[in-house]
């Protein structure tokens, strides 16, 4: 599904957030990246999401080098993940049915495909029913839960996360995590940065570590 074979990253004037990274993430895998702020987890993911574009080394997503496609097949790519931030990344004046339905919206499907899909993504995060309220007026778990919806919606293949259960309490991060696990269940690929290391060695996946944009740990 995902490989990175000797990835470096480097920002305008000089700084390397990514050193000759390299890993593979099968099919169907469920695996957390960790480190200390500023070690390029946020960076590994952009590059997945094609946010960004690597500066060495290839990027492979299903056999295809995508920090070298054009910017025309970027769209096309982007297909197969689902991103989701800790930010929420929200419309605040839109409902929460149209900011689900955004990316199908984009990719052209018929309003009666749009009502079912979001219904049904809004179902799976225990928001159905609240397709007509507006996101601020839902509080922080429930608003993640709606980015978790929006990322899903599309069906993609593999599901990234950067720090979801950062602005969240024990209890809520708990719950958002078993979320991503049911949908690694049905055969989704998740990949979760986080720095929540209790909660993340409680549910016992493989985990990616980088240390100043090196990976210093690929264990599981």
């Given amino acids: ?23 593979e993430l099968q099919n169907g ?12 987890k946020s960076t590994l993911l952009k590059l997945i999401a094609i946010l960004e574009r690597s500066t060495q080394g290839q990027v492979m997503l299903d056999n295809q080098n ?20 800790q930010d929420h990344r929200l419309l605040h004046d839109h409902t929460v049915f149209d900011n689900v339905a955004l990316p199908l919206i984009i990719a052209g499907l018929d309003r009666h495909d749009i009502k079912r899909r ?16 507006y996101p601020i007026t839902l509080s922080g778990g429930e608003q993640q839960r709606i980015g978790i919806a929006r990322a899903v919606v599309n069906r993609p293949p593999m599901i ?7 602005n969240l309490d024990p209890d809520l991060s708990e719950e958002i ?20 290391l209790s909660l993340i060695e409680r549910m016992g996946y ?12 690929n264990h599981g």
Avoid: C, W
Avoid at 32 to 38: A, D, K, M, Q
Avoid at 206 to 217: K, Y
């Fill in 1 to 23: 599904m995902l490989q990175f074979i000797n990835v470096s990253k480097r920002y305008p004037g000089g700084v390397d957030a990514l050193k000759n990274v390299s890993f």
């Fill in 29 to 40: 895998e469920m695996a957390f990246l960790t480190g200390h702020s500023g070690a390029g």
């Fill in 66 to 85: 995508i920090s070298r496609i054009s910017k025309r097949n970027v769209p096309y790519a982007r297909r197969k993940i689902g991103m989701i931030f």
């Fill in 118 to 133: 979001v219904r049904a993504a809004l179902d799976k995060v225990g928001l159905l029913g609240k397709e007509q309220r």
């Fill in 160 to 166: 990234l996360a950067d720090e979801p259960t950062g």
């Fill in 177 to 196: 995590m078993h979320l991503f696990e049911q949908f690694n269940q049905v055969g989704v690929t998740v990949l979760i940065a986080s720095h929540d």
């Fill in 206 to 217: 493989r985990t990616l570590s980088l240390s100043q944009g090196e990976m210093v740990d």
